[in-house]
C-alpha cells in the first residue's frame, strides 16, 4: 500500500547518511506519488447545459477563470473555455464583446458548444493529468470521484506551479550534493569560493552550510581574520 506523504519543510535538508542516488530517487519518487486530490480546485464555479454563451462570457469575465464545467442534472456533461466564447462571437478577448457580439452569444446554448469533456479521478496520480494535458492539448481537466461526480478542477498553471517547485527542490539537492563532495575533495573552503563554483550567492551557501552543521556534517567557520569557510566533518572511526 502506497503510503500518504506529508508536506515537508522547504528548510529541512535530510542528508546524513544517504547517497545522492538514494536521495534523489525519494525526491522523484515523490513526484511520481503526488495526487490529483493534493493540488486540484476544489471550489468549482460551474455552468449548466440550459444556459448561453453570454451568460458564459460574464462568468469568465467575473471570475477570472477560463474554462466552466458544465452540468446536466447534476452530473459533468461538458466544458467550456474562453477561446470557445471568442470564436462564437469571432473576437480575439473578452473585453471586446459589445452589445451585438453578447447579444450574438445570448443565442446560443452551451450544449450546442460544450465539448466532451477529458477527466481523471481524484486519487489518480499528479502526471496522469500532465499526460492528458499534453495528449489532447488542453489547458484544464475536470476530477471525478469514483461515482463519477465532479468534485475538483486542475489546470495548467497548477500542474506547472507544483512540478517547478519539486524540481527547484530537487536542483536544490543536487547542488548539496556537489557541494559535499566537493567539501569531502578538499576539507574546507571559503564560501565565496563554493559559492562562485556552484554558481548560487554566498549567503546561500551559508545559510546550506547552517543547516548542515546541524546535522553534524559541516562547521561554518568565522575566523577572525580572513573570509568564513565550511569545514567537513570528519567521520570518527567505529
Known amino acids: 500500500m502506497k503510503k500518504k506523504l506529508k508536506a515537508k519543510k522547504s528548510r529541512t535538508i535530510k542528508v546524513k ?3 545522492p542516488k538514494t536521495r534523489h530517487r525519494k525526491v522523484k519518487y515523490r513526484r511520481k506519488q503526488l495526487k490529483i486530490i493534493n493540488i486540484m480546485t476544489k471550489k468549482i464555479i460551474v455552468g449548466n447545459d440550459t444556459s ?15 474554462h466552466l464545467p458544465i452540468m446536466k442534472e447534476n452530473k459533468l456533461a461538458g466544458i467550456i473555455s474562453v477561446a ?3 470564436k462564437a462571437a469571432n473576437v480575439a478577448d ?17 450544449s450546442d458548444v460544450m465539448k466532451k469533456p477529458i477527466c481523471v479521478y481524484i486519487n ?25 461526480n465532479l468534485v475538483g478542477i486542475i489546470t495548467k ?17 543536487t547542488t548539496v550534493d556537489e557541494l559535499l563532495k566537493t567539501l569531502e575533495t578538499f576539507g574546507s573552503m571559503p564560501i565565496d569560493k563554493l559559492a ?6 554566498p549567503d546561500l551557501i551559508e545559510g546550506w552550510g547552517k543547516i548542515l552543521e546541524e546535522h553534524n556534517m559541516v562547521t561554518v567557520v568565522y575566523p577572525t ?14
Open 52 to 66: 448561453n454563451l453570454a451568460e458564459v462570457a460574464q462568468i469568465f469575465i467575473d471570475k477570472h477563470i477560463s
Open 84 to 86: 470557445d466564447v471568442l
Open 225 to 238: 581574520f580572513g573570509k568564513p569557510y565550511l569545514k567537513i566533518n570528519k567521520k570518527e572511526p567505529s
Open 94 to 110: 473578452l473585453s471586446e464583446l459589445d452589445e451585438n457580439k453578447i447579444k450574438q452569444l445570448s443565442a446560443v446554448n452551451t
Open 17 to 19: 547518511g544517504k547517497s
Open 124 to 148: 489518480a496520480p499528479l502526471i496522469r493529468a500532465r499526460k492528458l494535458m499534453k495528449k489532447y492539448n488542453i489547458g484544464s481537466i475536470p476530477v471525478l470521484d469514483k461515482e463519477k
Open 157 to 173: 498553471t497548477d500542474l506547472v506551479r507544483t512540478l517547478s517547485k519539486i524540481f527547484i527542490g530537487r536542483h536544490i539537492q
Open 196 to 201: 562562485s563554483m556552484l554558481g548560487v550567492k
